[in-house]
């Protein structure tokens, strides 16, 4: 068996909206966290194409934020990769 069939317990995708920015702090834009893990995370926004591919993503109840780089993106979502 496989063992994602033993575990008995489903994740439940969490979404958390946060603030992307330019490594200056310019041009904050609101995003929606989604699919975050401790190397990346998938991002979803109107403004995603407006995005340098360097940004700094600050999420409500984390200290400071974190370097990111953009390793790939369509027109509203993005995939980061912590930096």
């Known amino acids: 068996m496989s063992?994602?069939?033993n575990n008995p317990i489903k994740r439940k995708q969490q979404l958390v909206q946060a603030i992307v920015a330019s490594f200056d702090g310019s041009n904050?834009?609101?995003v929606v966290v989604k699919d975050a893990k401790k190397d990346g995370c998938t991002?979803?926004?109107?403004?995603?194409?407006d995005l340098?591919?360097?940004?700094?993503?600050?999420?409500?109840?984390?200290?400071?934020?974190?370097?990111?780089q953009?390793?790939?993106?369509?027109?509203?979502?993005?995939?980061l990769q912590f930096i």
Do not use: C, F, M, Y
């Not at 600050?58 to 990111?68: D, F, T």
């Not at 953009?70 to 995939?79: H, L």
């Open 43 to 49: 991002i979803v926004s109107s403004h995603v194409r």
């Open 70 to 79: 953009i390793v790939w993106r369509g027109n509203r979502t993005a995939e």
């Open 3 to 5: 063992e994602q069939k």
């Open 52 to 68: 340098p591919d360097k940004i700094l993503l600050k999420v409500p109840h984390v200290n400071g934020a974190l370097k990111s």
């Open 28 to 30: 904050p834009i609101k």
